[in-house]
């Protein structure tokens, strides 16, 4: 499984963001995906979760609100739509897969990541 995430760039606090991620080659081992982001000197951490079969959503306290994971099957293309930033969101945005529905919201949990993408929000 390959993951492509896009979408990162530079906005003013309070701006929109939408962060997409496409799944490519054995996809059909997919059962959850998410973001996870990583700011700088900071550990990677858990931001939005979504089950590939019946779309059910979790949320990171941080982004209850705000943020809307997505997801667009006949695409294998998951969505991070986010809103109201701010300069705490600032990092650099990782999408997730895991084969299992169970998925925890730990890095650990996931096999398999996309490269990334920059998230800068400024004051």
């Known amino acids: 499984v390959q993951l492509q995430a896009s979408g990162g760039g530079l906005v003013q606090a309070g701006g929109s963001l939408r962060l997409s991620c496409t799944a490519s080659?054995?996809?059909?081992?997919?059962?959850?995906m998410a973001w996870f982001r990583q700011a700088p000197g900071k550990e990677r951490e858990f931001v939005a979760r979504?089950?590939?079969?019946?779309?059910?959503?979790n949320y990171a306290n941080a982004a209850k609100g705000r943020f809307t994971i997505s997801r667009d099957n006949a695409k294998n293309t998951v969505y991070l739509q986010m809103n109201s930033l701010e300069p705490e969101d600032t990092a650099v945005y990782h999408c997730?897969?895991?084969?299992?529905?169970?998925?925890?919201?730990?890095?650990?949990?996931?096999?398999?990541w996309g490269q990334g993408t920059l998230v800068t929000v400024s004051s």
């Open positions: 997730a897969a895991a084969g299992s529905l169970w998925a925890n919201p730990y890095p650990r949990d996931y096999a398999y």
């Open positions: 080659g054995r996809t059909f081992g997919i059962y959850s």
């Open positions: 979504i089950r590939w079969n019946d779309g059910s959503q």
